[in-house]
């Protein structure tokens, strides 16, 4: 009997071998991969030192054996967000996201049923940003992977818009991740902005495009939230009741309170809770809830799929997350899937 398809909308992956982009741009703060040891490789940034990572993050015959072992039948893949690079000169992250996307691409071909691909783009310039995009759908891409601001420019920016509105003109799928997180100059210590200040962050973007009328505007924009929507189900009420009683402050681009949006977005169900996802399930609907796991990462669900799976539910419901919401999401067929779950 066939096992229920799996899909999992929330995993990173880098090329094994990753050129010197500060010798190739003439200044520093690009990532590279420093293969210490076999299997292993150090993130370094310059000289200093960001993350260990192992084969898994770089070696799709690897990533297949686990997903094999923990019964995922499909990844979508997006880079590593510190590979985002806003923050360079618009020419040389374009430049840097053409060499991740074709990467991702090349797997996809290669493993058409098993990966879907996401690009990256120069967000920091919205026309070289559209071109990528474009050249993402010409080589297979389903979608692209962004962060949840921009060089401190939250996401519901008027210079931003052109952007979302390519991507739902051209039916690309996106993705928008937590990083260079907020207040960090507050969270040295306790792995805090990654357990606080990603979620914060998550909950900032969404307002933004929420109350800046960017849903309203684009209707048939397909946008998905890493990590569960962050903080966002959990101070919903807040943002609501505020909505309602400040509309001088919070209704002043956009009339449509915050509610209004349940079912106009999706989020991943990386929460790590069984209550959470049944309340968040609840809230989104679950056709609005997709599994999300963060492989090969830490901070992840470290075995895919089981929060899913141990949740007192019937199998359409099961299906639905860990299939049925991605697939609407990316607007994949689910047969072109199905044979690697037989």
């Known amino acids: 009997m066939a096992e229920l398809l799996t899909v999992d909308i929330h995993t990173h992956i ?78 040389d992250t374009l430049d840097l996201s053409k060499f991740l996307n074709d990467h991702i691409a090349e797997i996809v071909q290669r493993w058409p049923t098993r990966f879907i691909g996401l690009g990256t783009v120069p967000m920091q310039d919205v026309d070289l940003a559209v071109k990528e995009l474009e050249r993402c759908k010409r080589i297979g891409l389903a979608g692209v992977q962004i962060g949840t601001h921009v060089e401190g420019l939250d996401l519901g920016s008027p210079r931003l818009f052109p952007f979302f509105q390519a991507c739902e003109q051209a039916g690309m799928a996106v993705f928008i991740h937590p990083w260079d997180m907020l207040g960090r100059e507050r969270m040295e210590k306790y792995w805090l902005p990654w357990l606080v200040g990603m979620p914060a962050e998550t909950t900032l973007a969404i307002t933004s495009m929420i109350f800046s009328g960017l849903f309203e505007r684009l209707p048939r924009l397909r946008v998905a939230f890493a990590h569960g929507g962050g903080a966002f189900p ?27 949006y349940l079912g106009r977005f999706w989020i991943d169900a990386l929460v790590h809770d069984p209550k959470m996802l049944e309340f968040v399930v609840d809230l989104f609907g679950e056709d609005r809830v997709a599994l999300g796991t963060d492989y090969p990462f830490p901070l992840g669900e470290l075995q895919p799929g089981s929060l899913i799976r141990g949740m007192p539910w019937d199998d359409q419901r099961k299906a639905r997350l860990l299939s ?9 067929r689910p047969d072109l899937f199905l044979a690697a779950s037989s």
């Open 324 to 332: 049925g919401a991605a697939l609407q999401w990316l607007d994949r």
């Open 234 to 260: 959990a101070t919903l009420g807040r943002i609501q009741h505020g909505f309602e009683v400040r509309p001088d402050l919070c209704a002043v681009d956009n009339p449509v309170g915050p509610k209004e």
């Open 14 to 91: 880098l090329p094994e071998q990753i050129p010197d982009f500060g010798a190739r741009y003439g200044y520093r703060g690009f990532i590279h991969l420093d293969h210490h040891r076999p299997g292993c490789a150090r993130m370094m940034m310059d000289d200093k030192f960001f993350r260990e990572v192992q084969a898994n993050c770089w070696d799709p015959t690897v990533r297949i054996q686990e997903c094999d072992a923990h019964h995922v039948h499909v990844q979508v893949l997006s880079t590593v967000p510190v590979m985002f690079s806003y923050w360079a000169k618009a020419e």
